[in-house]
């Protein structure tokens, strides 16, 4: 049952947030791990791969995350914009604010973060000047990550896949919104 949505505060993270954010993404793989889903980031927890632990600090570098975080401080979610894509993703043909990492901890599961975290961006495209907006998602198991986006307005442009080096092939699915 969905609880009512807390009341959050969304700021720009600093270097300080980096354990923090890492214990709500090892908190989305226990998730992740109890439903057998090792599809999207695989096994090991993202504390523990220096590459993910160098993606969240760089984007906290370069000004691209930021925190929902409750009045006492706990993590509920992130959100990682910029106005280029990953390299798996063809650039747009016209200025966009692209969502790199959009995450909730499971303990706000119902409490509408993530679609505050997408508001939070809309807000910045508009500030911007931007009219696109895009993410990146995995397609895989049973699509429910694309079913959550379709139902925050996106639309689905075109599948992709990310080839990995280790492990199977990434299904990926691009989303665009429009905004004014």
């Known amino acids: 049952m969905a609880t009512s949505e807390p009341s959050l505060r969304i700021r720009l993270a600093g270097p300080e947030d980096a354990t923090g954010v890492l214990a ?49 401080g706990e993590i509920a979610g992130i959100l990682s914009v910029s106005e280029t894509p990953g390299a798996y993703i063809r650039p747009a043909e016209e200025p966009e604010l692209f969502i790199n990492l959009l995450a909730t901890s499971r303990e706000f599961k119902g409490q509408n973060v993530g679609g505050l975290l997408i508001a939070t961006a809309k807000e910045e495209a508009r500030r911007r000047g931007h009219g696109l907006m895009r993410v990146d998602c995995f397609a895989g198991d049973d699509g429910r990550l694309k079913r959550w986006y379709a139902s925050q307005g996106f639309k689905e442009v075109e599948p992709f896949t990310v080839q990995r080096e280790t492990g199977p092939d990434w299904p990926g699915m691009l989303f665009a919104m429009h905004v004014a």
């Open 24 to 72: 709500m993404m090892d908190g989305i793989m226990d998730w992740l791990l109890s439903l057998g889903r090792t599809a999207q980031w695989g096994t090991t927890y993202w504390s523990a791969v220096p590459a993910r632990v160098n993606l969240i600090t760089d984007r906290i570098a370069r000004r691209e995350l930021r925190v929902a975080e409750t009045e006492g």
